[in-house]
């Protein structure tokens, strides 16, 4: 079986995105997810996307990470599988998603895409985790540890990260980690090592919702705020129909195949 797909990326996050509405994506298989994702001997991504019928919404994205869990929610991959559902003609341009964390609603924008997102949850701030400074935490659709820091460039994210996403402090589950500093323009600086990826990606759209929300409930920031990610692109995140949004480019990179072989 031939597996088509297209590679996209939302402000560095890239995906894996395939329309699976038959059902016949084996998701079940980590080995063969584990070598479509991987950087130097497959086609490499931060997440492979999948595109499935929907009997709440118009339709479901299920997320896989490249360690082949899945997750409920990932803002930029529901950015971009928004994209591509309307580039497919399977919706218009605005749509409600149905996901792990509930159904979100998007609206492409020409190249860019809005989102609603989930109601953030279990907001706690000032988190003594025995490390330098306190952590605040978010969930905005997933897990997020917030570290403010004077600096991000400085940041060693792969073992300060590692050490954050794995505290006994956030269960068993762990939570991504951020190191984030609020600039004078009001702008936001952000770094993620991601859970499931397990290494710092160049964007991360739950993640940076998660800075976001918090700085401006600390009063650091206003709404609607840019977040600068590591990629070098930016997010913004804002309030939509009194729900929190994120909003930022949805690219495509390019399309292919991978043979499944003869396994189904």
Same mark, same amino acid.
């Given at each position: 079986?031939?597996?088509?797909?297209?590679?996209?990326?939302?402000?560095?996050?890239?995906?894996?995105?395939? !329309?699976?509405?038959?059902?016949?994506? /084996?998701?079940?298989?980590?080995?063969?997810?584990?070598?479509?994702?991987?950087?130097?001997?497959?086609?490499?991504? *931060?997440?492979?996307?999948? =595109?499935?019928?929907?009997e709440t919404?118009?339709?479901?994205?299920?997320? =896989?990470?490249?360690?082949?869990?899945?997750? !409920?929610m990932?803002?930029?991959?529901?950015?971009?599988?928004a994209?591509?559902?309307?580039?497919?003609?399977?919706?218009?341009?605005?749509?409600t998603?149905?996901?792990?964390?509930?159904?979100?609603?998007?609206?492409?924008?020409?190249?860019?895409?809005?989102?609603?997102?989930?109601? /953030?949850?279990?907001?706690?701030?000032?988190? !003594?985790?025995?490390?330098?400074?306190?952590?605040?935490?978010?969930?905005?659709?997933?897990?997020?540890?917030? *570290?403010?820091?004077?600096?991000?460039?400085?940041? !060693?994210?792969q073992?300060?990260?590692?050490? =954050?996403?794995?505290?006994?402090?956030?269960?068993?589950?762990?939570?991504?980690?951020?190191?984030?500093?609020?600039?004078? *323009?009001?702008?936001?600086?952000?770094?993620?090592?991601?859970?499931?990826?397990?290494?710092?990606t160049?964007?991360?759209?739950?993640?940076?919702?998660a800075?976001?929300?918090?700085?401006?409930?600390?009063?650091?920031?206003?709404?609607?705020? /840019?977040v600068?990610?590591?990629?070098?692109?930016?997010?913004?995140?804002d309030?939509?129909?009194?729900?929190?949004?994120?909003?930022?480019g949805?690219?495509?990179?390019?399309e292919?195949?991978?043979?499944?072989?003869?396994?189904?």
């Amino acid at each position: 079986m031939n597996i088509s797909f297209h590679k996209m990326h939302g402000a560095g996050n890239d995906f894996i995105v395939i !329309d699976d509405s038959g059902l016949r994506f /084996p998701l079940d298989d980590t080995p063969f997810i584990q070598k479509m994702t991987a950087r130097r001997t497959g086609v490499g991504c *931060d997440g492979v996307l999948l =595109i499935q019928p929907s009997e709440t919404a118009d339709f479901r994205m299920r997320f =896989i990470n490249p360690d082949g869990g899945e997750v !409920d929610m990932c803002g930029n991959g529901a950015r971009c599988i928004a994209r591509r559902a309307f580039d497919l003609g399977l919706v218009t341009e605005d749509m409600t998603i149905e996901t792990g964390a509930g159904r979100v609603e998007a609206q492409v924008l020409g190249r860019q895409v809005r989102i609603c997102l989930t109601e /953030p949850k279990d907001l706690k701030l000032g988190l !003594d985790a025995g490390l330098e400074r306190p952590l605040d935490f978010l969930n905005t659709g997933v897990e997020h540890a917030v *570290d403010w820091v004077d600096d991000p460039s400085e940041i !060693d994210v792969q073992v300060l990260g590692k050490k =954050i996403r794995e505290h006994p402090l956030f269960g068993s589950g762990g939570t991504n980690a951020n190191f984030a500093k609020v600039e004078a *323009d009001g702008s936001i600086i952000l770094r993620t090592y991601e859970r499931g990826v397990e290494a710092e990606t160049l964007a991360c759209g739950t993640g940076a919702a998660a800075v976001g929300l918090i700085a401006a409930e600390k009063g650091w920031v206003s709404l609607p705020v /840019p977040v600068h990610c590591a990629g070098g692109y930016d997010l913004v995140i804002d309030l939509f129909r009194n729900k929190a949004t994120l909003t930022g480019g949805a690219e495509y990179v390019f399309e292919g195949t991978v043979e499944y072989g003869d396994r189904v």
